[in-house]
């Protein structure tokens, strides 16, 4: 089997998706019923894929580790979702949303999945409005648009501050009458502890009841792991707190591929730590950076409260940097600038760890009130959490891990390198590249969801039809079980001093010190040195309390702690071995002279596709080429 | 940034949904004002986890007020003192030193007790499954500016469509009744034109199944005070509006 057969379909550019569609093999509705899917998380992309593939008629089994799949992480999203509508009349396209999508993600990601997703995007906004979605609008009653990071055009749609909490509460209820159909059946409260392979095939996966601890395996003719992403891995992050990437590295150890460990993204607006007990960070929605102005006083060490502080004693430093995007400027980009300027103590708040998001000028030009019916649940948000009013006081922010554009290695048709198994949506890795533009978390989650998996897992199951699957009687299942059992009995009986997050905390230092913001050939090997030793110590000195046959959080953090050690690892390889900066993935050594992330096209025009070999610290790295036909290999510039 | 001494923690302990549960006492010697209240939580798990003793089990997950998987009735208000704010978004400098803060599980028939402070709310989801949805099968749908929906309707329905599912209203009910949950969720989709085929269907759908897990509503309105996210409880009078209707309009569309 070639590892790399990425299936990209012939034919120019913009007719891939179209030729795919009408050469794709189909299942015909009566034989559809006789297939089982499997999807695992109900965020949008879990959640839409479920929803679409029942009702084509599919037995579906959906599995997620919520008490209801209403609370996947989607619902935090706040600005927006991308679609290249043209509604405003400014310019934009299908080839725009591309070139803009490419040209953010650094050149690092694959022409003709992204094309896809442009394409796609337009029919999102169409599936979610009918399905109810209460998007802005003008006072006309048509649809409201605002600009976000990375574009010169207005093509975000967007609900209140809540975007992502609508499009999943679409989802959701799509999905929910599904349910009540009989089409899904729900598993909630249920993780998915390990992926099973068959004659090198996807059979199934054995979960683990969180209430009572029982695992147990299901069968299937295809799984998708629509999971989410590893932001977690930093312990700080704008993820919630269960966020994991035990399903992704789960399959990763059972054969399938991990692309890009190393492309995690850092947003720019998110508020500034407070304390030493501070859990997560919370992320100010980009959009605010339409009308909020960011600056830091021109001196450093500068303690007068932001009022006193003279306009000509201030450093617009994105404008002043990069005049045509400014405050938009992309999210990489923003967030190197905040942290030289911190770092050479220009820094504000009490902690100095901060810099402002200014909205006196907007609130001066547009009057509070429309800055209130724009921002005003976030603003709110802001005061709950720091405990200072925006509105007369500049907000603080400063960069936080938000997105991993890495994921599991997929093909066109979203098929991990493990046949049957399919990834989807932040789980994935494939449109983003080194760097996510805002509001195309959730355009990408639906468009896998919705409008990709539904044609491309038909191509894959019309072969298997007429053909008996393995049961969950298979001895290979029985072996996962077992290995399963061991696995959380091993944490409960380690019976050492230290609790799981004590070491996702010192584990999160590490990562966010050597593989964070800016990256040295020096720090990540320092961390190849102390992530092992550490990981050591987690073996040997974990506490764990109370048992294994009821509900116990303690436990499941265990379990998603010692994966997210493996994943670290992975993490420092992937990018002490990538040479080069580019998007979201700097490194100090290969930099221009004005800062900027350089990369180099010539060895590194590629996406790295590792491999598990049961030693974490030595997987096997492979390459798969980027070719690059239609955008042009630009170095990238938002001045 | 200021601390916060000599906190005690009473706090429902049950191992099981059938076990009978009682409060435990725990003190917190001292905690950072900026703290928020789920993060106090994890200080006294730490502490446990220390002496060797089970974690408290809590539900929770975004910890920015918007998953609605946080709960808590906190000194026997639901989310606790501070109006329209989760319980993940309450921070310490709420509360004083020395004070005594009883925390406890939602608190309501139809959320049975999982553990210690964890509810079991599927009920909201079996209310949603019967008809809190519109029904557009993927890929038929119109363009998105084919109709054209007024603003102050729009964001009508997104006021409603802002609730977060989290159960308060049910918790601060005295007759644990959902209505201002099930209200809201019928009135998002009731305005919009997109929901008007179903408007009647879905109401009585959603209505009779909420009244199989839960208790009547008699207007105490204690739900859109506890409401973390303001849902007004006008949304209750425009589903009984409906609720009514729909037993007419129903059987008028059967006999046809």
Not at chain 1, 242 to 257: E, F, P, Q, S
Not at chain 1, 403 to 418: A, F, H, Q, R, S
Not at chain 1, 611 to 634: G, K, Q, S, Y
Request: aromatic fraction near 8%.
């Amino acid at each position: 089997m070639n590892m790399f057969n990425s299936k990209i379909p012939a034919g120019a550019l913009h007719e891939k998706w179209d030729n795919y569609k009408a050469n794709a093999k189909l299942v015909n509705p009566n034989n559809k019923r006789k297939f089982k899917i499997i999807v695992v998380g109900t965020g949008l992309a879990g959640a839409s894929a479920a929803a679409t593939l029942a009702e084509l008629g599919y037995q579906v089994d959906a599995f997620t580790f919520h008490d209801s799949p209403r609370r996947a992480h989607s619902i935090a999203a706040q600005g927006g979702i991308n679609a290249a509508k043209n509604y405003q009349g400014d310019g934009d396209s299908i080839n725009r949303l591309f070139q803009d999508t490419i040209k953010g993600g650094d050149f690092r990601s694959r022409e003709a999945n992204v094309h896809r997703l442009a394409q796609v995007s337009v029919d999102i906004i169409d599936q979610m409005v009918a399905q109810g979605v209460p998007f802005a609008r003008e006072y006309g009653g048509l649809l409201d648009n605002r600009s976000f990071g990375g574009a010169q055009v207005s093509r975000t749609f967007y609900a209140r501050g809540q975007t992502g909490q609508q499009l999943l509460i679409g989802a959701y209820q799509q999905m929910a009458r599904q349910i009540g159909l009989g089409g899904v059946r729900l598993f909630n409260r249920t993780e998915l502890v390990d992926t099973v392979t068959i004659d090198g095939r996807c059979a199934g996966i054995v979960v683990r009841d969180l209430l009572t601890g029982e695992i147990q395996s299901h069968a299937a003719h295809a799984v998708v792991l629509a999971t989410g992403g590893y932001g977690n891995v930093f312990y700080l992050s704008t993820n919630a707190m269960n966020c994991n990437v035990t399903a992704a590295w789960r399959a990763h150890r059972r054969g399938a591929l991990f692309a890009n460990p190393c492309y995690t993204q850092i947003h720019p607006t998110c508020i500034p730590q407070a304390d030493e007990t501070q859990s997560k960070l919370t992320l100010m929605s980009e959009s605010l950076r339409n009308d909020g102005r960011v600056w830091v006083p021109k001196r450093a060490d500068d303690n007068r409260p932001a009022h006193q502080i003279p306009e000509d004693e201030r450093d617009y430093y994105l404008e002043r940097l990069y005049p045509s995007y400014g405050n938009l400027a992309p999210r990489d980009i923003s967030s190197r600038a905040a942290k030289r300027l911190v770092d050479k103590g220009q820094g504000i708040g009490p902690l100095k760890n901060g810099v402002n998001l200014d909205f006196s000028a907007a609130i001066e030009r547009l009057g509070r009130e429309v800055v209130e019916e724009r921002y005003g649940n976030l603003f709110q948000m802001y005061e709950r959490i720091a405990g200072e009013d925006p509105y007369k006081t500049p907000m603080r922010i400063y960069p936080a891990t938000h997105y991993t554009m890495g994921g599991l290695w997929v093909d066109y048709e979203l098929m991990t390198t493990i046949p049957g198994l399919y990834a989807a949506g932040e789980a994935n890795f494939s449109d983003h590249g080194a760097n996510r533009l805002g509001a195309s978390a959730l355009m990408q989650g639906l468009a896998d969801g919705y409008f990709v998996l539904p044609y491309t897992i038909s191509s894959q199951l019309a072969s298997l039809l007429g053909k008996t699957i393995p049961g969950t009687d298979h001895p290979a299942f029985k072996q996962a079980e077992a290995e399963a059992k061991e696995r959380y009995n091993g944490y409960l009986n380690v019976k050492g001093k230290r609790s799981p997050d004590w070491f996702h905390r010192e584990l999160g230092k590490i990562i966010w010190n050597d593989c964070g913001m800016e990256r040295t050939r020096e720090g990540l090997q320092r961390a190849l040195s102390d992530l092992p030793a550490l990981y050591e110590e987690f073996k040997t000195d974990l506490r764990v309390t109370g048992t294994g046959d009821s509900t116990n959080q303690t436990l499941e953090k265990a379990g998603r702690v010692d994966d997210f050690f493996q994943l670290g690892m992975a993490m420092c390889q992937d990018a002490l071995t990538r040479e080069e900066s580019c998007g979201a993935h700097f490194r100090s050594e290969y930099q221009t002279e004005e800062g900027e992330a350089q990369r180099n096209d010539d060895d590194f025009c590629h996406v790295a596709a590792w491999e598990w070999t049961n030693d974490p610290m030595n997987p096997t790295r492979h390459a798969e080429e980027l070719v690059f036909e239609t955008a042009h290999l630009a170095t990238r510039s938002y001045k | 940034m200021s601390h916060l001494k000599n906190l005690t923690l009473k706090v429902w302990r049950q191992k099981s949904p059938a076990d009978s549960g009682h409060f435990e006492n725990y003190t917190i010697d001292e905690i950072s004002d900026e703290a928020s209240f789920l993060e106090m939580l994890d200080v006294l798990n730490e502490k446990l986890i220390s002496d060797n003793k089970e974690a408290v089990v809590f539900d929770h997950d975004c910890r920015e007020g918007i998953c609605g998987t946080c709960s808590l009735m906190i000194n026997g208000v639901a989310h606790g003192p501070q109006k329209a704010t989760t319980t993940c978004q309450l921070h310490m400098r709420t509360f004083n030193s020395g004070d005594t803060i009883v925390v406890e599980p939602w608190r309501a028939t139809a959320f049975p007790i999982i553990k210690d402070l964890m509810v079991d709310r599927s009920a909201f989801d079996r209310i949603i499954e019967s008809g809190g949805f519109i029904t557009a099968v993927t890929g038929g749908a119109p363009d998105a500016n084919l109709i054209p929906i007024p603003k102050p309707v729009a964001d009508a329905a997104m006021d409603s469509a802002a609730c977060i599912g989290c159960g308060a209203c049910v918790a601060a009910c005295p007759n644990g009744a959902a209505n201002l949950f099930t209200a809201a969720k019928i009135s998002h989709l009731n305005y919009l034109p997109q929901g008007q085929s179903e408007r009647f269907k879905r109401t009585e759908a959603m209505v009779e199944t909420m009244d199989e897990y839960f208790g009547s509503c008699t207007n105490h309105g204690e739900c859109s005070a506890a409401c973390p996210k303001e849902i007004s409880i006008d949304v209750i009078a425009l589903m009984n509006k409906d609720y009514r209707a729909s037993k007419f309009k129903n059987r008028k569309e059967l006999s046809r």
